[in-house]
Each structure stands twice: as C-alpha cells, then as structure tokens.
C-alpha cells in the first residue's frame, strides 16, 4: 500500500513525464515542418547564383559562385551533372526567389521568384535557362510568367507590348497598332518570361501569305505594313504547355481591320508607267473611278495595268475580272498587262471603274470594269436588224480591226459597238 505522500509523489512524475511527452512531441514537429528546398542547374562553367527573402542566408550581388556537383538520374534512367545549392531550415509556406549569372549584368537570367520545392534547371548564358524539372522528376510545367512582344517597333528591351491573358489557359493576346510607324517593316520577335527569345524557328505562325516572312538576321519575324495596307494587328499567342517555357508556342497574326486604300492609278502607255498618273476618284463603296480620254493617242492600242498603294501592280492575271465588250480589253503580250484596241472600240474616251470586294489584303478581290464614257450599259445594244449588226449606221469592223461598209457585207465575225456578231 502506498501512503498518501508516495501516491501524490507518483501522481507528479507521471504528469511530468506526460508533460515531457508533450513538449517533445511539438518540438518534433517542428522539425518536421522546417524543409529544405535544393537548386539544381546544369551549366558550361561554375555559375553563380543570387537570391534573396531568405532569413538565414543573404547573397550578395553577384551572388554564391557554385562549386560543388552532384549526379542524379533522370526519368529515362540517364545520369545528369548538376550544380547545386541547398537552402535548409525553411518554413513549410517559404519559397525563394533567385537569378542565375556568370559575370553579372551582363549574361543573368531573369528573376525566378517563389520556387517551393527542388527544381533543376539548365543555365545557358547570355539570359537564357529552361526549367527541367518535369524532364528530372515528371512533375509540374514550367510557369508562364510574362508574355511580350519587343521588336524594332517598340524597342528590344523592358515591358513594351505585354501580352495578356486571354480565353483559355494557355492563350495571350496583344492588340499592337502601328500608326505611329513610318516604316514599311517592322521587326519583332515572341520574348517569354524575360528570357526566351522566340521567332521565325522557333513558332508555328498563322497568317496570310505575305504578312510574315523571316527577316534577313537573327531568325525574327518581319511584318510588311505596306504590302498588308492595315495598321492594326491582334496577336494571339498560345502554348502548347509542358517542362519548357521556350517550346511549343503557336503565334497567331490577324488585321482588325480591311486594308487601307490610299490610291488607285491607272499607269500605261498612254501615259506613262511611273510618277502620279491616271489617279482614280473614290466613289461608293470601294469603287474608284477615272474617265480616260485618249483623243491624243494614235496608236491602235493602249497597254495599262491597276496601281493600288504606289505598290501593287495588277494587270490582266491579278484582277478578279475584267469586264468589257469583247475587243475592247484583252491580255497583253508583255507582262499580263490590260491592252484596250481603241480601233474596235471605235471611240476615244471610257470610263474606268476599279471596285475591290475589301479583306485584308490590298492587293487580293480587284475588279475592273471598262465602258464608253456616256454608256450606262455596256450590255445595251439598240436598233438591231435580224442580221444582228445595227441600223443606226453605227461604225462595223472585221477582226482585223479594218472599217467596213455595212451594206452587203459578206457572212462572216464583225465587231460594232465593242460587240462581236455574226452575219
């Protein structure tokens, strides 16, 4: 039997070893939730690596020169050489933030910030690393932080011309207008997370023929603003996802708006190929008219071709259609340009009308339509006899374009009014 004193003393030490229990058990704990996060990176000499946020640790600029390697198996089972560095004693909710660099200013990387847990990365130099930690470890993709668009347009440097996040999870947007750009070009490529230089090799681009081509250095995008006539443009760029920022990124090119007509000419023989000739007028709609007289030309025939933005020469091959009385307009022998027989015309002076259907291209849906300066139709043919030629003394031509008597013809091909008939 325990007397009273020795029960009260044997009742203390099991609360004391209770109460021991317990504090241990929070003091594991923790431990437990301290953790560490190691920075793996492959790199072609000993890089450096700055960070900051960290309570224990401080990195001045340039940063911890990495020494130490260490070998680790990716998924396909092959050994990789890494440099590394671990940060130990980190709270669970901690991440860090870091850059990589050789010599500093020059060659570092980007800011990576908020990095929870082991990442392994490849350092290139001159800005450029990807991450590839799914590679090592089949866990998460690489974040898509900033999305931009620098090119000679906007200066190659800073936040100019900053996607943003558009419908769905992996698609940016950027509406860039070009007003303000004298230049017929513009030179750009895609920049993802400040580090990623992406142009012509490196994307799958969607745009009209003509609009996007590879410019003459570095593999950039270059965009004709004076073929394409719009000034505006939408940019969609979309990312495939995966382990690199760098890889399976699709750009998108679209003009807002139709192309801008500055100025239809009509350019030819008749008066000359270059300077400001034969300047069409704007009528309704995207027609624009000019009523040729060509009183003083002696020639037979005329040869012309449609001028549209002092860039666009479109001749027999690159028009829709050509509407005119058969003789009147047919194809050249040089160059596919229109050629007018003002003989089978019998007439001096036409009305030109040019309409375009409008798109995007200024170049694309150009229709030419040719008529007798006060015909309404070109169709209407009046005071037929049943011989087809008419009675109103109208001026008859063979197919050589020789005038002929309309009495007695022989049967045969004749040409009045611009028509062709049978006799």
């Given at each position: 039997m325990f007397s009273f004193n020795q029960l009260t003393i044997l009742i203390m030490k099991k609360k004391f070893t209770y109460l021991f229990s317990v504090v241990m058990a929070f003091a594991f704990l923790g431990t437990v939730q301290a953790k560490e996060i190691t920075i793996y990176v492959q790199a072609d000499q000993q890089p450096n690596l700055h960070f900051w946020g960290i309570p224990n640790e401080t990195s001045e600029w340039p940063g911890v020169k990495l020494t130490e390697t260490t070998?680790?198996?990716?998924?396909?089972?092959?050994?990789?050489?890494?440099?590394y560095k671990t940060f130990t004693?980190?709270?669970?909710?901690?991440?860090?933030?870091?850059?990589?660099?050789?010599?500093?200013?020059?060659d570092k990387t980007r800011d990576i910030n908020g990095v929870m847990e082991d990442r392994y990365y490849i350092y290139k130099g001159n800005h450029e690393y990807e991450d590839i930690t799914s590679l090592m470890t089949g866990k998460a993709d690489d974040v898509i932080e900033i999305v931009q668009l620098p090119?000679?347009?906007?200066?190659?440097?800073?936040?100019?011309?900053?996607?943003?996040?558009?419908?769905?999870r992996y698609n940016y947007v950027r509406v860039v207008d070009f007003s303000e750009v004298t230049a017929d070009f513009v030179t750009f490529k895609l920049l993802v997370n400040n580090?990623?230089?992406l142009g012509w090799n490196d994307l799958i681009i969607n745009a009209p023929d003509g609009w996007t081509q590879e410019a003459a250095a570095d593999g950039n995008i270059q965009?004709?603003?004076?073929?394409?006539?719009?000034?505006?443009?939408?940019?969609?760029?979309?990312?495939?996802?995966?382990?690199?920022a760098s890889a399976g990124w699709k750009l998108s090119i679209n003009a807002d708006a139709d192309a801008i007509i500055n100025k239809v000419q009509l350019p030819g023989t008749f008066n000359e190929w270059n300077g400001d000739y034969a300047e069409l007028t704007k009528a309704e709609g995207n027609a624009y008219t000019y009523l040729l007289d060509l009183s003083e030309v002696s020639e037979p025939t005329v040869a012309f071709k449609l001028l549209v933005n002092d860039h666009h020469w479109l001749g027999y091959y690159d028009l829709v259609d050509v509407v005119a009385p058969d003789g009147w307009a047919e194809e050249s022998i040089d160059g596919g340009n229109i050629q007018l027989n003002l003989t089978a015309a019998d007439t001096k002076k036409f009305k030109i009308t040019a309409t375009w259907a409008g798109g995007t291209v200024a170049s694309?849906?150009?229709?030419?339509?040719?008529?007798?300066?006060?015909?309404?139709?070109?169709?209407t043919?009046?005071?037929?006899?049943?011989?087809?030629?008419?009675?109103?003394?109208?001026?008859?031509y063979d197919l050589s374009g020789r005038k002929v008597t309309n009495n007695n013809l022989p049967r045969g091909l004749y040409i009045q009014n611009g028509k062709k008939f049978i006799k």
């Open positions: 070998t680790v198996n990716n998924l396909e089972g092959t050994p990789v050489t890494f440099y004693n980190l709270e669970e909710e901690s991440g860090i933030s870091f850059l990589f660099n050789y010599n500093g200013d020059s090119g000679d347009f906007s200066g190659w440097n800073g936040d100019a011309n900053t996607f943003e996040l558009g419908e769905g580090g990623h230089w965009l004709n603003l004076k073929a394409i006539g719009a000034k505006q443009f939408t940019f969609i760029a979309t990312w495939a996802g995966g382990h690199m694309a849906g150009w229709s030419l339509k040719i008529t007798d300066e006060n015909a309404t139709d070109i169709s043919m009046i005071g037929r006899n049943d011989k087809g030629l008419s009675t109103l003394g109208n001026p008859v």
